[in-house]
């Protein structure tokens, strides 16, 4: 494996372009954009303060560059670069910003979620959407980029609003059966949006298009319930990762539970293969102080890790949450279909992985940091 020099970064803002072909990072108020396949620097932008948030546009086009503290927003054009665009929020403040589906638009959230700003890059126009709410997920656009669902608080009560990408008109608009809604998610066929309320009530709501509610569904009372959600890319069935460290399989014809998984600590299953990580330390003389500097200055002397199977049983080390402090990490908190639907990853809180994805093949987790990972295969009955 081979590895670059390193370059800088701030606030982590590394980000490759949708096109696979441009890496961009943000160094403080500099912006720099490098070919993926040579790492030379394309093009080199200014911004007016350091940059707090950055996205790329779904074509590759544009590369949107956000700073809260300021109010501002500015547009950098990979193929034009002497043209750019600054959205200034003004009085009003700005704590999120992002691209539409169409990469021709950009929706920016006030301070304290008064409104969201809809501004078009083609014809200069603006428009305003009030009452959005400050939740976990509160906006998703549809796979196809048609519509886009918005969580809303009014009246001490919630709403979901239904508006068309196209010119942003309203296409539906109705009040939700939750205490405190956290989070909308729209199905990668477009047809049903889930809705779920707060982690106080185990409670997810299921919609149509139209706004007519199809099923509700809960799992259990008077607990901590819903952490994380995901749908399988075919849309047939709904994911729901809870506080009680299981994860239930909805179906998509009644909605009903089909299956539940729960993370064990002990791997007894005669199927299962766990690979456990082992670190290798090199042997220093200490004796010899000429070794010891040429040690601290080699990367030959480097820690070198490699994966051993242990034998079966085998107890996955537990971190025990403090229940005294705020946001315990307890529940499933991520969630990953495979592209073929057959496998579900998930992660529990309370074990020791921070982000977990399926390789493109869809035949392989990708893990990054340290954690349990529970890997489920969605077999068919004759399988079984």
Not at 42 to 59: G, H
Not at 230 to 255: C, M
Not at 266 to 273: D, M, P, W
Request: proline share 4%.
């Amino acid at each position: 494996m081979n590895f670059s020099e390193v370059f800088k970064q701030s606030n982590q803002l590394c980000k490759v372009s949708p096109d696979g072909k441009y890496l961009a990072t943000c160094v403080q108020y500099r912006l720099v954009v490098r070919d993926v396949n040579t790492l030379q620097i394309l093009q080199l932008y200014t911004c007016l303060d350091q940059v707090a948030s950055m996205e790329w546009s779904s074509d590759s086009l544009f590369i949107l560059c956000a700073m809260y503290k300021r109010g501002l927003v500015q547009v950098w054009s990979l193929e034009q670069p002497d043209w750019h665009c600054k959205i200034d929020e003004g009085s009003i403040g700005l704590v999120s910003s992002r691209w539409s589906p169409d990469g021709r638009h950009i929706l920016n959230t006030t301070e304290f979620h008064l409104r969201v700003t809809v501004w078009s890059l083609c014809n200069k126009s603006v428009s305003y959407i009030k009452y959005p709410k400050a939740c976990q997920k509160g906006m998703d656009f549809s796979a196809d980029g048609r519509y886009m669902a918005l969580a809303e608080r009014r009246d001490c009560k919630d709403y979901i609003s239904v508006f068309v990408c196209d010119d942003w008109h309203l296409l539906r608009h109705f009040e939700t059966d939750t205490q405190d809604l956290a989070g909308v998610e729209w199905s990668p066929n477009g047809c049903v949006l889930a809705a779920w309320d707060s982690c106080l009530e185990y409670k997810m709501l299921l919609y149509s298009l139209d706004g007519r509610l199809l099923s509700t569904y809960s799992a259990y009372e008077w607990s901590l319930g819903i952490k994380s959600v995901a749908w399988s890319p075919s849309s047939q069935f709904l994911a729901i990762g809870s506080y009680d460290e299981k994860v239930r399989i909805l179906n998509h014809i009644t909605w009903k539970k089909l299956t539940e998984f729960e993370h064990h600590p002990t791997i007894t299953n005669s199927k299962a293969v766990v690979f456990k990580e082992v670190e290798k330390r090199p042997v220093i003389p200490t004796e010899d102080l000429s070794i010891q500097q040429i040690a601290m200055e080699s990367s030959l002397f480097d820690i070198q890790s490699k994966y051993e199977i242990p034998p079966l049983p085998v107890q996955v080390p537990v971190v025990k949450p403090d229940p005294d402090r705020a946001n315990p990490k307890i529940g499933i908190s991520a969630i990953a279909f495979s592209v073929d639907n057959r496998y579900l990853a998930t992660k529990n809180g309370g074990f020791q992985v921070q982000s977990l994805f399926w390789h493109c093949s869809g035949d392989s987790v990708v893990l990054l940091g340290k954690d349990q990972l529970c890997l489920c295969y969605m077999a068919t009955d004759e399988e079984k």
